[in-house]
């Protein structure tokens, strides 16, 4: 509750300020103007942020997201990093998403910390009980990156205590593999991640997982065209960590969250979504809250080579 | 490095192209389509627990403009690849094998499956559907 209430106070400082007026008046616009876009290309996506289900960008579409987290840091400044990501599907069984991320720490700096370049494809060509998913990706990024997208080996909030102007210095290039296994059942959606990443600079295999439900508020759609019915919002939950390395599989010593989620799911292809996030070991950032806004643009693929 | 991720990037490109290749268009001798035909037997006598329901169909229209009328059109008519839901490869199915195909989808040909949105809003698609013929 502390920190929920130090970030609310940071925020407020920093929305106060004259640039932050402008940036704030922008995404206010940005979010009433969503309302009003014609209604198109609702994605069946769920709205996790480290978990990912088995459901693919429909071919054609691109998603664009913006999101930010924000993480209370013991040892250095709290932080904020938002990060974008582009998300295409390029065939029905197929979605490759581009990631851009950054971060502000608070008292230290704001930078640029890297790429990510992500792949999912799904083997199964119907839906079963369990539905596997690989995904491939892979990172160019610096040991500054806080987005935190995944936990993985033995990270821990020291990690995100270095100054940036060290931390910005060590870049990794870094694959990251999952296999992802999800299902459907009554309008929830139950997923679960194993994720083993591996710094391509001689360091060992870590491995971590992430779990995530969710269900809409009601299943059945109403008639008419609405935005703020039952219909329109997801809650779930997420929990994610690290289970050490190739050499020392385990949970001590590991870091693992717990973090309930909201998101406001429009017809016209619009999402906004909430998470805050708790931390459940000593070596966990103590809170996060994570936030966000995606919008799918119906086809995109279609529309790019009519162009041509 | 660079080598292998153009090569894998060319790779993945040249199966997408050879899936989407498939053709959907060809049907069973009830004149189904043949990826719709490709349901369970079982399928068949699946209920539409909202048929008749004007609500249900409204909601199934209004379900319809969100996620299909990109691909298969306003009028439901199809274009390019996406077929044309007032055929009668399509209204020739019954609502279980609909339903079914909903779920499923035809990934080689395009199609994606559509288990994401709640399966009594699938049900209202279906119902909408069948009001097309």
Same mark, same amino acid.
């Given at each position: 509750?502390?920190?929920?209430?130090?970030?609310? %106070?940071?925020?407020?400082?920093?929305?106060?300020?004259?640039?932050?007026?402008?940036?704030?008046?922008?995404?206010?616009?940005?979010?009433?103007?969503?309302?009003?876009?014609?209604?198109?290309?609702?994605?069946?996506?769920?709205?996790?942020?480290?978990?990912?289900?088995?459901?693919?960008?429909?071919?054609?579409?691109?998603?664009?997201?913006?999101?930010?987290?924000?993480?209370?840091?013991?040892?250095?400044?709290?932080?904020?990093?938002?990060?974008?990501?582009?998300?295409?599907?390029?065939?029905?069984?197929?979605?490759?998403?581009?990631?851009?991320?950054?971060?502000?720490?608070?008292?230290?700096?704001?930078?640029?910390?890297?790429?990510?370049?992500?792949?999912?494809? %799904?083997?199964?060509?119907?839906?079963?009980?369990?539905?596997?998913?690989?995904?491939?990706?892979?990172?160019?990024?610096?040991?500054?990156?806080?987005?935190?997208?995944?936990?993985?080996?033995?990270?821990?909030?020291?990690?995100?205590?270095?100054?940036?102007?060290?931390?910005?210095?060590?870049?990794?290039?870094?694959?990251?593999?999952?296999?992802?296994?999800?299902?459907?059942?009554?309008?929830?959606?139950?997923?679960?991640?194993?994720?083993?990443?591996?710094?391509?600079?001689?360091?060992?295999?870590?491995?971590?997982?992430?779990?995530?439900?969710?269900?809409?508020?009601?299943?059945?759609?109403?008639?008419?065209?609405?935005?703020?019915?039952?219909?329109?919002?997801?809650?779930?939950?997420?929990?994610?960590?690290?289970?050490?390395?190739?050499?020392?599989?385990?949970?001590?010593?590991?870091?693992?969250?717990?973090?309930?989620?909201?998101?406001?799911?429009?017809?016209?292809?619009?999402?906004?979504?909430?998470?805050?996030?708790?931390?459940?070991?000593?070596?966990?950032?103590?809170?996060?809250? %994570?936030?966000?806004?995606?919008?799918?643009?119906?086809?995109?693929?279609?529309?790019? %080579?009519?162009?041509? | 490095?660079?080598?292998?991720?153009? /090569?894998?990037?060319?790779?993945?490109?040249?199966?997408?192209?050879?899936?989407?290749?498939?053709?959907?268009?060809?049907?069973?001798?009830?004149?189904?389509?043949?990826?719709?035909?490709?349901?369970?037997?079982?399928?068949?006598?699946?209920?539409?627990?909202?048929?008749? $329901?004007?609500?249900?169909?409204?909601?199934?229209?209004?379900?319809?403009? $969100?996620? /299909?009328?990109? /691909?298969?059109?306003?009028?439901?008519?199809?274009?390019?690849?996406?077929?044309?839901?007032?055929?009668?490869?399509?209204?020739?199915?019954?609502?279980?094998?609909?339903?079914?195909?909903?779920?499923?989808?035809?990934?080689?040909?395009?199609?994606?499956?559509?288990?994401?949105?709640?399966?009594?809003?699938?049900? $209202?698609?279906?119902?909408?559907?069948?009001?097309?013929?």
């Amino acid at each position: 509750m502390r920190s929920f209430c130090r970030f609310l %106070r940071k925020a407020f400082s920093a929305a106060i300020s004259p640039r932050s007026r402008v940036s704030s008046l922008w995404l206010l616009l940005l979010a009433v103007g969503a309302l009003w876009i014609s209604p198109r290309a609702a994605a069946q996506e769920t709205p996790y942020f480290v978990a990912y289900s088995h459901h693919l960008e429909e071919p054609g579409n691109l998603e664009v997201e913006t999101y930010s987290i924000y993480g209370t840091q013991k040892g250095a400044g709290d932080f904020v990093a938002p990060w974008t990501e582009l998300e295409y599907g390029v065939t029905a069984w197929w979605t490759t998403e581009f990631y851009i991320d950054s971060q502000t720490t608070f008292g230290d700096s704001t930078i640029f910390t890297g790429t990510r370049w992500e792949n999912r494809f %799904r083997p199964l060509m119907r839906e079963h009980w369990i539905n596997p998913v690989l995904y491939v990706e892979f990172e160019n990024t610096t040991d500054a990156d806080k987005t935190l997208k995944e936990v993985v080996g033995f990270d821990s909030q020291e990690d995100s205590a270095v100054p940036n102007s060290e931390a910005n210095r060590s870049h990794t290039h870094e694959l990251e593999t999952k296999l992802i296994l999800s299902s459907d059942y009554k309008g929830w959606n139950f997923s679960e991640n194993f994720i083993g990443e591996k710094n391509l600079g001689h360091e060992p295999w870590e491995f971590g997982y992430a779990l995530g439900m969710d269900r809409p508020l009601r299943l059945a759609a109403t008639p008419q065209p609405c935005n703020f019915c039952r219909e329109n919002f997801i809650l779930g939950a997420e929990m994610y960590g690290g289970l050490g390395t190739v050499k020392a599989f385990t949970l001590s010593g590991t870091s693992h969250y717990v973090a309930p989620i909201a998101a406001w799911q429009l017809p016209n292809g619009v999402t906004f979504s909430i998470s805050p996030g708790f931390g459940l070991t000593d070596t966990s950032h103590r809170f996060l809250l %994570r936030w966000g806004m995606s919008y799918e643009i119906g086809g995109f693929g279609r529309k790019l %080579r009519s162009l041509f | 490095m660079r080598r292998l991720v153009i /090569c894998s990037a060319l790779l993945f490109a040249s199966l997408a192209a050879a899936a989407s290749a498939s053709h959907i268009h060809t049907s069973d001798d009830r004149g189904v389509l043949a990826p719709i035909a490709k349901a369970p037997v079982r399928t068949r006598n699946w209920k539409n627990p909202f048929e008749g $329901q004007p609500d249900a169909t409204a909601a199934g229209e209004k379900l319809f403009r $969100q996620h /299909c009328a990109e /691909c298969h059109g306003d009028d439901a008519r199809g274009r390019g690849r996406a077929a044309n839901l007032r055929s009668a490869g399509v209204q020739g199915a019954t609502p279980g094998e609909l339903a079914w195909f909903l779920r499923n989808g035809n990934l080689p040909a395009g199609m994606p499956p559509w288990a994401g949105i709640p399966e009594q809003r699938r049900w $209202q698609i279906i119902a909408y559907l069948k009001t097309l013929h």
